[in-house]
């Protein structure tokens, strides 16, 4: 099982440029996220989807669109991207129960530089 | 509100010492509580879990944690570490609408011989 797929793994932009980091899971998963990772800071989420067809802010969502493609895929795009952003950015899925939050299952993260 | 403290950005030990990784927690639901370790150059691996069945959790490799709700505390612990546990360390709590994990700072956790 491949799990969540992240890619691309490593990534150089200029200042103004533009790309989407894409996800993908295979387990069936409803809930998809997207986080960044910086030093000191923890990881911080993005947006998030709760189900196909959602999407929802996280704690640090300016700068950055989402897309939620089908169950499956979530892609999460910088239409401009500052030097502010160069960060890891992990996505992840999880199937959340009515009893409340089940694990997340992590990519292996996207190394973002923007000079 | 909910929320994560990660005491400690750093910690030491020698191999065989009990590690001890505090975590307090701020939550205005029943919380679920998690830790994830991440290798260097790696996603985030989950090694145990709190979902409100015992207050003591057992994960993998040899790690464990006491939720205490009196004290707000998930702190993870191992008796004997060894070398290969040297990683970050991160605590995580569900968001109040349960829909989305909110991480703490993280714990390096380097282990000397």
């Known amino acids: 099982n491949a799990g969540v797929t992240q890619t691309p793994k490593f990534q150089v932009l200029k200042t103004g440029q533009s790309m989407t980091l894409q996800c993908a899971q295979d387990m069936n998963h409803n809930s998809m996220y997207w986080y960044r990772q910086d030093p000191g800071m923890g990881l911080r989420l993005i947006y998030y989807s709760a189900s196909e067809g959602t999407t929802d802010k996280g704690e640090v969502p300016n700068g950055y669109n989402v897309s939620r493609l089908n169950k499956r895929e979530f892609s999460l795009r910088l239409e401009s991207a500052a030097p502010s952003q160069t960060s890891v950015y992990f996505c992840?899925?999880?199937?959340?129960?009515?009893?409340?939050?089940?694990?997340?299952?992590f990519g292996q993260g996207t190394r973002l530089t923007v000079v | 509100a909910q929320s994560v403290t990660q005491l400690g950005s750093h910690v030491s030990v020698s191999e065989g010492a009990l590690v001890l990784l505090r975590c307090n927690y701020s939550?205005?639901?029943?919380?679920?509580l998690f830790w994830y370790v991440q290798y260097p150059n790696q996603g985030l691996q989950l090694l145990l879990k709190y979902t409100s069945a015992a207050t003591l959790v057992k994960g993998i490799n040899g790690f464990e944690a006491e939720f205490k709700k009196s004290e707000t505390s998930f702190h993870l612990t191992k008796p004997s570490a060894h070398m290969s546990d040297a990683a970050e360390y991160f605590c995580a709590v569900n968001n109040q609408a349960g829909t989305a994990l909110i991480f703490g700072k993280g714990t390096t956790l380097s282990v000397s011989s």
């Open positions: 939550s205005s639901v029943p919380p679920y």
């Open positions: 992840a899925s999880s199937s959340p129960t009515g009893q409340g939050f089940t694990e997340a299952f």
